[in-house]
């Protein structure tokens, strides 16, 4: 039996649905709400393992502020060398939020790029520029993270060999260390369904 074991923690806060998700998400404009973390943190606290890597996904688990951060990470109480991963949108975070979640634990953060066009944005439902996720990729550099990664959507609508390039020298330029690449699969009860 293999001793590492790692937690996934879901914030399925999100300021919009992208009309390609069917996660269970729920509205976040106004951040994630303290009686959400408080459960995870009742639920963190009936493990008794230390995680080698921590995960915040979603979602946006960037909405959530640098204390709440902070809080579940103390309370995981990952091993002194874990991999802490946070999942972020690029137009949710500023260079001060990236400071924080970095001082707060982060040693990892991964950003939904998903494009450089700005119409298959528009066409995705998402709420970044390809401007904006350029500036969030800087900042997370300015912040310190020296583990960015990045997402790639391929086969989406329009879809060219240029955008796929544009897409991979934004992320490369930004300074990606990993990049994850990710088909368009159309999901019963999304908008791209109906």
């Known amino acids: 039996m293999s001793d590492l074991y790692g937690i996934y923690l879901h914030i399925p806060y999100c300021r919009a649905k992208c009309r390609y998700c069917d996660f269970y998400s729920a509205p976040g404009a106004r951040g994630v709400p303290q009686a959400y973390v408080s459960a995870l943190l009742r639920e963190l606290a009936k493990n008794d393992r230390r995680p080698d890597t921590l995960y915040f996904g979603g979602g946006t ?6 204390a709440q951060v902070e809080s579940l990470i103390a309370a995981a109480n990952p091993l002194p060398e874990a991999e802490i991963t946070l999942e972020a949108n690029p ?11 970095r001082a707060a634990g982060v040693t990892r953060i991964s950003f939904g790029v998903q494009s450089a066009s700005n119409a298959q944005l528009r066409r995705l439902g998402r709420t970044h520029t390809a401007e904006g996720a350029a500036q969030a990729l800087a ?14 959507m391929l086969a989406l ?12 020298a934004l992320l490369r330029d930004g300074g990606c260390t990993h990049i994850s690449a990710y088909l368009l699969k159309v999901e019963p009860g999304t908008a791209f369904y109906r």
């Open 91 to 101: 137009d949710v975070v500023m260079q001060e939020s990236l400071e924080g979640f």
């Open 157 to 168: 609508p329009e879809y060219s060999n240029a955008e796929f390039d544009a897409t991979l």
């Open 61 to 66: 688990p960037a909405l959530l502020s640098p």
């Open 139 to 152: 900042w997370a550099r300015a912040a310190g993270f020296e583990e960015i990664c990045g997402d790639i």
